[in-house]
């Protein structure tokens, strides 16, 4: 168990819809990773957030948001779905310095 | 803006036998480097991680990785595979300074088949 908590495991939805992640990182952590897992595009950095704020972003479309609440739990919200966004969702958190612990991740598929 | 290269798609290799899998970067700013395995539909765990001192980094399960600045090349090595060593692995850097926030960048990864 890394400590890093994604609900749900599996998301099945149709296109067009809207759906929500979520990630509870370590206890103590205060910064949150998203990333894609797809088989054509590999492991690509989405956003991450640090105590609340938005620190960095990397390949996020604009369908998609995030953000980190005051006790820290973080959720990636999804909208207007299509086929392509069907994919492995993890959140990650940095626990030292370059180090990072990945959540079991959510396996999101769009019908 | 930091790059990988995991220069093998797939490894197949015997039980017991030794394996190499390649990883290159290229990066404009000194890095941070680390291997991840990817385990059938389970997430990333941490293998080994480079962050400074010894080139030489031992990891879990027996791998170990080395370090060489001038290739700018992080290869993973193990002396004797298991059949349970049958997995993705994922070569990662980040930027030491910080930049960026210190978020990773993979490469496509190395599907590892362990053969009995």
């Known amino acids: 168990d890394s400590g890093v908590t994604q609900t749900p495991k599996h998301l099945i939805t149709a296109t067009g819809q809207r759906v929500t992640l979520r990630c509870s990182p370590r206890?103590?952590?205060?910064?949150v990773y998203w990333y894609q897992q797809s088989l054509d595009q590999g492991l690509q950095f989405l956003i991450q957030y640090y105590n609340g704020e938005e620190r960095a972003k990397g390949n996020i479309l604009e369908r998609f948001s995030a953000q980190q609440f005051p006790d820290l739990h973080s959720e990636l919200n999804l909208s207007s779905l299509e086929l392509g966004d069907s994919a492995l969702y993890f959140c990650?958190?940095?626990?030292?310095?370059?180090?990072?612990?990945f959540g079991s991740g959510t396996r999101l598929t769009v019908v | 803006a930091q790059s990988v290269t995991q220069l093998d798609s797939q490894v197949p290799v015997f039980e017991e036998a030794p394996v190499e899998l390649r990883c290159n970067y290229s990066s404009s700013v000194s890095v941070y480097l680390f291997w991840y395995v990817q385990y059938p539909n389970q997430g990333l765990q941490l293998l080994l991680k480079?962050?400074?001192?010894?080139?030489l980094v031992k990891g879990i399960n027996g791998f170990e990785a080395e370090f060489n600045k001038s290739q700018t090349s992080f290869h993973l090595r193990k002396p004797s595979v298991h059949i349970s060593d049958t997995a993705e692995y994922f070569c990662?850097?980040?930027?030491?300074?910080?930049?960026?926030?210190?978020?990773?960048?993979f490469g496509k990864g190395t599907l590892l088949t362990v053969n009995p």
């Open positions: 990662a850097v980040s930027d030491r300074s910080g930049g960026s926030n210190y978020k990773l960048t």
């Open positions: 990650a958190s940095r626990v030292a310095e370059g180090g990072y612990t």
């Open positions: 480079y962050l400074s001192g010894s080139t």
């Open positions: 206890s103590g952590d205060l910064s």
